[in-house]
């Protein structure tokens, strides 16, 4: 059982940036393949960005490449995700999640379905 907790969201102008950090505790952090997903109000929940489980791969959302960073720490079992050039349309409830152990650690999961265990979520507010 992974227990993730997110932090560091918060309201920030447009073109503004923040640092997102979900803190892991039990089960073994560095085996999971680590996401980052978002719901806005009245919206689906959608995939944001995921990292391998050595950090050796990333993948981002095409709304947010270029602009957003996924990277961990193993050693300190937390993922972060790096928010530059936020923008209004950013804003939402942004959740970590751990991939299912049944994955095998293959591939970089990009889907719901393949993640596990999931964050209460943090806010982010970007005013324009």
Not at 44 to 68: H, M, Q
Request: glycine share 14%; hydrophobic share 35%; with cysteine.
């Amino acid at each position: 059982q992974v227990h993730l907790v997110e932090s560091g969201g918060g309201l920030v102008q447009a073109g503004g940036s923040l640092r997102l950090s979900c803190a892991a505790s039990g089960g073994t952090f560095s085996r999971h393949a680590m996401g980052w997903f978002r719901q806005a109000p009245g919206k689906a929940r959608e995939f944001v960005a995921a990292i391998t489980w050595n950090g050796g791969n990333t993948l981002s959302a095409d709304s947010v490449k270029g602009r957003f960073t996924i990277s961990r720490d193993n050693a300190q079992n937390t993922v972060f995700l790096q928010m530059n050039s936020l923008k209004p349309e950013d804003t939402a409830v942004y959740y970590c999640a751990a991939d299912k152990n049944s994955r095998g650690g293959i591939g970089i999961p990009k889907y719901s379905y393949e993640y596990e265990y999931w964050g209460q979520g943090t806010q982010v507010t970007v005013s324009s």
